[in-house]
C-alpha cells in the first residue's frame, strides 16, 4: 500500500511539473513575438535604409542590341561587373564584361573584358564575380576540353585602372559539354565555377572546381660567388 501510494504521488508530481512546464512554454511562446518586436524597434533606425538607384548600361557602340547586358552580375564595394553574353565585339556571340568603379555617387563605366583567345559561340560573361582586385567571367560554351566543355577567365585590376587577363582555366577533367564556367565566384584567394552537365556521379550530376589564386612569392636568383 505504501508503494502504491509512493507511486501515485510521484505520478501526481510528474502530471503537476508537465503542466507547470506546459503552462511555462505556452508563456514563452506568447511572449516571443513581443520580445522580437521590441528588438525591432530598438534597432528601427540601425535597420532602416533608403536604396538609392542607379542604372548601368554599357557605353559604347557595337551594336549593343541583343548583346543581352546585365544578363549576370555581380558588386563588390565600389566595383560591379556585368556579363554581355552575346556581344559580338570579339566574334558572333563570343560575349564580354563590362566593369563600373563608383566614386562618391556615380558609377561610370571603367573597361571592357573580353577573353584574349575569345571565339564565336563562347558566351563569355554568362557567369561574372568581381572581388577585390580580381574579377572573374565564365564561358560555359568555349571548347578547349570538347564542344561547350566550357572555360573561365581571371583579370587583375592594375594600379592605374585597367584590367588584365590574368589567367585562363579548364577543368583538368573537363569533357565535351560539361559546360564547365556556368556559374562561377570569387572571394579573398579563391575561385569557383561550376560545372552542372558533369557526368561524375551520373548523368548531368554536376560538379564545381575551387582554384587558389594567392600570388606566388618571387624567387630571385642572386649571382654566384667564387
Known amino acids: 500500500g505504501v508503494c502504491l501510494h509512493f507511486k501515485k504521488n510521484i505520478r501526481s508530481e510528474k502530471q503537476l511539473n508537465r503542466t507547470e512546464k506546459g503552462v511555462g512554454m ?70 564580354s564584361a563590362y566593369i563600373f568603379h563608383r566614386s562618391g555617387t556615380v558609377w561610370t563605366q571603367q573597361a571592357k573584358l573580353t577573353a584574349g583567345d575569345g571565339e564565336q559561340g563562347d558566351i563569355f560573361g554568362s557567369s561574372v564575380s568581381v572581388s577585390g582586385d580580381y574579377a572573374i567571367a565564365g564561358a560555359y560554351f568555349g571548347d578547349d576540353n570538347g564542344s561547350m566543355s566550357g572555360k573561365a577567365y581571371i583579370f587583375f585590376r592594375n594600379g592605374d585602372g585597367t584590367w588584365t587577363q590574368q589567367d585562363k582555366l579548364t577543368a583538368s577533367d573537363g569533357a565535351e559539354r560539361d559546360h564547365f564556367g556556368n556559374s562561377v565566384g570569387i572571394g579573398g584567394e579563391c575561385v569557383i565555377a561550376g560545372a552542372y552537365y558533369d557526368d561524375d556521379n551520373g548523368t548531368n550530376s554536376g560538379s564545381a572546381y575551387i582554384y587558389d589564386i594567392s600570388p606566388k612569392p618571387e624567387i630571385s636568383v642572386s649571382p654566384a660567388r667564387y
Not at 516571443?32 to 528588438?39: E, G, R
Not at 534597432?43 to 559604347?60: G, R, Y
Not at 558588386?75 to 558572333?92: L, M, N, P, R
Request: glycine share 8%; proline share 4%.
Open 26 to 95: 505556452r508563456r514563452v511562446f506568447k511572449a516571443v513575438p513581443m520580445i522580437i518586436l521590441a528588438l525591432f524597434l530598438s534597432n528601427s533606425e540601425v535597420l532602416a535604409f533608403n536604396p538609392v538607384e542607379t542604372k548601368i548600361i554599357a557605353a559604347d557602340d557595337d551594336n549593343p542590341a541583343y548583346d543581352y547586358f546585365g544578363g549576370s552580375v555581380s558588386v563588390s564595394g565600389d566595383y560591379a561587373i556585368a556579363g554581355a553574353k552575346c556581344d559580338e565585339h570579339i566574334a558572333t556571340y563570343a560575349g
